[in-house]
């Protein structure tokens, strides 16, 4: 596809199951990122991935999140044993980071709406 | 820093009146500035970047300015529109190392017809 695109755009889950969000990358763009967004607020980074270095993970909130990028394209978030405040929009980003020469911009997904009940 | 959960301040402007939106950035080594726009359940999107040996750079219709000594970006939206009604976000990068993108807490820009 032409953009980022993530899976499933709406999710409601009971308090206490575990879900997974997944986020297809723009081909051949080297680095992703997660990022949630509760209603009215700002983006709050989650994790980084870049090409084959180690992960970024300081913005995890909990163990309870974990994620991986198989390949180095798809990208899959969980989070196991939901509570309520982890209701919000998960938005992938994915960007091509070569050299310091070029700069580009992180192209965003449409989102993951995720309802905890 | 990293963005976290804040609320959004908001800007309330009318229509036909110029926008500036502020943005304080945290890392001094940063060379690459980038402005996105947030319409209402949407992804962010791409509006205009400026790289650190600029202090401006000009769109179709927007406007970025840099001031490097007091680490300040601002937009600069001229004749504001009601489609400009969106959350604004700036984000910064350092091109060296992880090549991280960081944002910044966003503002919430409100069109008054």
């Known amino acids: 596809g032409a953009g980022v695109s993530q899976s499933p755009s709406n999710k409601v889950t009971e308090k206490g199951k575990d879900v997974e969000l997944r986020c297809d990358p723009i081909?051949?763009?080297?680095?992703l990122y997660w990022y949630r967004q509760s209603l009215g607020q700002g983006l709050e980074f989650l994790i980084y991935?870049?090409?084959?270095?180690?992960?970024?993970k300081s913005g995890l909130p909990s163990d309870r999140f974990s994620a991986e990028r198989t390949g180095g394209s798809v990208s899959t978030l969980t989070i196991q044993r939901t509570q309520q405040e982890d209701s919000a929009v998960y938005l992938c980003?994915?960007?091509?980071?070569?050299?310091?020469?070029?700069?580009?911009?992180?192209?965003f997904g449409q989102g993951t709406r995720l309802t905890v009940v | 820093g990293e963005s976290v959960g804040l609320h959004l301040p908001t800007l309330s402007v009318q229509e036909g009146d110029n926008s500036i939106i502020n943005c304080a950035y945290s890392n001094s080594a940063s060379d690459y500035f980038i402005w996105y726009k947030q319409e209402s359940g949407k992804g962010p999107q791409f509006i205009i970047d400026?790289?650190?040996?600029?202090d401006k750079r000009q769109g179709q219709r927007v406007t970025v300015l840099l001031n490097k000594t007091v680490k300040h970006l601002s937009l600069q939206i001229a004749a504001t529109q009601p489609g400009d009604s969106a959350v604004y976000f700036c984000a910064e990068k350092y091109s060296g190392g992880y090549q991280k993108v960081t944002f910044g807490t966003g503002t919430k820009l409100q069109v008054i017809p």
């Open positions: 980003a994915s960007t091509f980071v070569r050299d310091r020469a070029e700069n580009t911009e992180a192209f």
């Open positions: 991935f870049q090409g084959n270095s180690a992960p970024d």
């Open positions: 081909s051949g763009h080297t680095a």
């Open positions: 400026i790289r650190s040996n600029m």
